[in-house]
């Protein structure tokens, strides 16, 4: 596609449910990111995917959270159990090896 | 550990006002350093850094990088209100993973 699309936009949870989130990266970006944006915080690192490779998964809080990646496509970060300190933006970006990012809009998740 | 440092945190100017952020890192093998505009949501790209001392512009918008001291600044000549955003730094190293990002600086320019 023409930018880096993640779905849903806005997610409202209860405490204790899993929730999937999706990214779908630009067409022909092998290298896949995720962050996690907490309110007035930078962004931190989740997870990395490039090409075939193993994924970086040193950014990963708890192992509540996994992500999969099929290929050089669709990403979907998984969150179980959640609780309420998980509640934050989740910004996907892609890029080709080497060049920038590219972000996607963010799915805010919310988790009462 | 690779680190980000930026500052000031927030900066509140007039519009027409020049203001310079500076970002400060340690990384291991460093290969880039990238500067984003975040005004929402998604994070908009607005310069890559690689050799010191070579400055880059956009409009009124430059930066420049010092490897040896390991910090860069952003510029912003005349400043408008659409200025106003947070602004990001980032660096990434050698083995190509994922950019460590700084907390950012939020800039409000007023008119």
């Known amino acids: 596609g023409a930018g880096v699309s993640q779905s849903p936009s806005n997610k409202v949870t209860e405490k204790g449910k899993d929730v999937e989130l999706r990214c779908d990266p630009i067409?022909?970006?092998?290298?896949l990111y995720w962050y996690r944006q907490s309110l007035g915080q930078g962004l931190e690192f989740l997870i990395y995917f490039q090409g075939n490779s193993a994924p970086d998964k040193s950014g990963l809080p708890s192992d509540r959270f996994s992500a999969e990646r099929t290929g050089e496509s669709v990403s979907t970060l998984t969150i179980q159990r959640t609780q309420q300190e998980d509640s934050a933006v989740y910004l996907c970006a892609s890029s080709l090896r080497g060049r920038e990012l590219f972000f996607g809009e963010g799915s805010r998740l919310t988790v009462l | 550990e690779d680190k980000v440092v930026q500052s000031p945190l927030s900066l509140v100017v007039h519009e027409g006002d020049t203001v310079t952020l500076n970002c400060s890192y340690e990384?291991?093998?460093?290969?880039?350093l990238l500067w984003y505009k975040q005004e929402k949501k998604a994070p908009t790209f607005l310069f890559m850094l690689?050799?010191?001392?070579i400055e880059k512009k956009s409009g009124r918008l430059s930066s420049i990088l010092d490897k040896k001291e390991l910090f860069s600044i952003l510029n912003i000549t005349a400043t408008q209100t659409g200025d106003s955003a947070v602004y990001l730094c980032?660096?990434?190293?050698?083995?190509?993973?994922?950019?460590?990002f700084g907390k950012g600086t939020t800039l409000s320019v007023s008119s």
């Open positions: 067409s022909g970006h092998t290298a």
């Open positions: 690689t050799s010191s001392g």
């Open positions: 990384v291991t093998n460093f290969r880039s």
């Open positions: 980032a660096v990434e190293n050698q083995a190509g993973t994922a950019l460590i």
